[in-house]
């Protein structure tokens, strides 16, 4: 899976869009972006994930460049529940492709009241 | 909305003693994991399971550790004989498909502390 690399800790304020990059700049044509948080020391919690088109759905947004080397998760309005780790992953999304999530260090966002 | 759910949530064991893990994942789900994390270090994986066997593996899953689906709705970890050093979150978590084509969803872990 391709590596990626996220920033180590981001603040933001409440109520304001929370916007965390991750580069992936040896990202193949058939891997996806995956994104999971992790708030305190819970399972980590499924975000959203996509290939080559931004993506919505209720918790989050995710843009992808056009060359695909990078992305950010958006939180739109981010409430101090956001305060979490945030992981990047890369994943092959093809037959006889690694099953495992490989978990960097991820982002951890602060959300200040 | 379906969840994992795991128990217990946190197990205190004596070194050298045998612990099971257990985790029921999502009802309809087919595919089931177990990740682990240190306090302080990344999430790791350890093992996959479909089809009443192992899928894949990591270094970490040894000889110690083995894995089962006793029923059809129970996935169990269990640690032979526990070491000091496996004391870390223990994540179970499941996916309807694939690992590579579908999502994983996970537990709220058990917390393993060997004393």
């Known amino acids: 899976d391709a590596k990626t690399t996220q920033p180590t800790s981001m603040d933001c304020a409440e109520g304001r869009a929370a916007n965390l990059p991750c580069n992936h700049s040896?990202?193949?044509?058939?891997?996806?972006v995956y994104w999971y948080r992790q708030i305190h020391s819970q399972g980590p919690q499924y975000i959203i994930h996509g290939l080559k088109n931004n993506e919505t759905n209720e918790m989050a947004s995710l843009i992808i460049t056009e060359d695909r080397k990078s992305s950010t998760l958006i939180l739109p309005h981010a409430t101090l529940r956001d305060t979490a780790v945030y992981y990047c992953i890369v994943r092959v999304a093809s037959q006889g492709g690694s099953e495992k999530l490989v978990f960097g260090k991820g982002t951890k966002l602060t959300v200040n009241p | 909305e379906p969840e994992v759910t795991q128990t217990p949530s946190h197990q205190v064991t004596q070194m050298g003693q045998e612990v099971i893990l257990r985790c029921v994942p999502i009802s309809n789900h087919l595919y089931f994991y177990w990740y682990r994390q240190i306090l302080g270090q990344k999430v790791e994986f350890l093992v996959s399971f479909y089809n009443n066997e192992i899928s894949e593996k990591s270094e970490i899953f040894d000889d110690q550790f083995s894995v089962e689906r006793p029923d059809g709705s129970n996935f169990t970890l269990k640690i032979r004989s526990t070491k000091l050093e496996d004391s870390a979150m223990y994540f179970c978590a499941s996916s309807a498909d694939r690992g590579w084509t579908d999502t994983q969803y996970f537990g709220p872990g058990t917390r393993l502390t060997v004393l």
């Open positions: 040896t990202i193949s044509g058939n891997e996806y």
